[in-house]
């Protein structure tokens, strides 16, 4: 069965939409056979919505998850001095992204990778992601797993889950795997969690 997990085969049909993130306005190009293809998802605007911009600085980010890139954009536009990297296993959705990074004057800070072209060394100061909770629970465990050890001693991990697809679960999960998650706040079904590593008191 096609989903939008996996490269689509099937011809595409391409919809433009505007979206209002962190109160700036953005133009996006979206399509058939990617997550979300005719407008910015309620869990992602959730995520907007509850979070605050990042500061600007020296730092490597990654949207996890891109779809058509709208966190990648949002992030890079808010902080000049990032590098963004725009990761998924759909090509249509990285080629959308690279689209949108370059509609909106940033795709010198966006790179579109594929999950294996990341290297083993790269480590990032913030994950962003609307994880995709729909591949089921031992795949999205294995994946959270592998790309939250990315993260510096000091990163964050800003994270929003459907209440009705097992967010409550998920901080639960992500507690018994060491890792101090905060609930930044509730809206619409979905919650935001930001994870971050064990401070050690020693």
Same mark, same amino acid.
């Given at each position: 069965?096609?989903?939008?997990?996996?490269?689509?085969?099937?011809?595409?049909?391409? +919809?433009?939409?505007?979206?209002?993130?962190?109160?700036?306005? +953005?133009?996006? @190009?979206?399509?058939?056979?990617?997550?979300?293809?005719?407008?910015?998802?309620?869990? @992602?605007?959730?995520?907007?919505?509850?979070?605050?911009?990042?500061? /600007?600085?020296?730092?490597?980010?990654?949207? #996890?998850?891109?779809?058509?890139?709208?966190?990648?954009?949002? #992030?890079?536009?808010?902080?000049?001095?990032?590098?963004? /990297?725009?990761?998924?296993?759909?090509?249509?959705? #990285?080629?959308?992204?690279?689209?949108?990074?370059?509609?909106?004057?940033?795709?010198?800070?966006?790179?579109?990778?594929?999950? /294996?072209?990341?290297?083993? /060394?790269?480590?990032?100061?913030?994950?962003?992601?609307?994880?995709?909770?729909?591949?089921?629970?031992? $795949?999205?465990?294995?994946?959270?797993?592998?790309?939250?050890?990315?993260?510096?001693?000091?990163?964050?991990?800003?994270?929003?889950?459907?209440?009705?697809?097992? $967010?409550?679960?998920?901080?639960?999960?992500?507690?018994?795997?060491?890792?101090?998650? $905060?609930?930044?706040?509730? $809206?619409?079904?979905?919650?935001?969690?930001?994870?971050?590593?064990?401070?050690?008191?020693?």
């Amino acid at each position: 069965m096609s989903h939008y997990f996996e490269t689509p085969t099937a011809d595409e049909k391409r +919809y433009e939409f505007p979206a209002v993130i962190w109160g700036r306005q +953005y133009g996006f @190009t979206s399509s058939s056979g990617v997550f979300s293809s005719t407008r910015l998802d309620l869990g @992602t605007s959730v995520l907007f919505r509850l979070t605050e911009p990042p500061q /600007d600085r020296q730092a490597r980010m990654l949207d #996890l998850g891109c779809g058509f890139g709208a966190i990648a954009v949002a #992030l890079a536009t808010e902080c000049p001095s990032v590098l963004v /990297d725009a990761v998924d296993v759909n090509q249509r959705a #990285l080629g959308l992204t690279q689209l949108n990074a370059e509609t909106n004057g940033v795709s010198d800070q966006v790179r579109i990778l594929l999950p /294996d072209e990341v290297t083993d /060394d790269t480590a990032y100061d913030e994950i962003w992601s609307n994880p995709p909770i729909r591949i089921g629970k031992k $795949a999205l465990h294995e994946m959270l797993d592998l790309w939250l050890e990315r993260l510096t001693p000091t990163g964050t991990a800003t994270l929003v889950v459907a209440k009705n697809l097992g $967010a409550d679960s998920l901080h639960e999960w992500l507690e018994s795997r060491g890792w101090l998650v $905060a609930r930044l706040g509730s $809206a619409k079904g979905f919650r935001v969690l930001r994870t971050s590593r064990q401070v050690s008191s020693r």
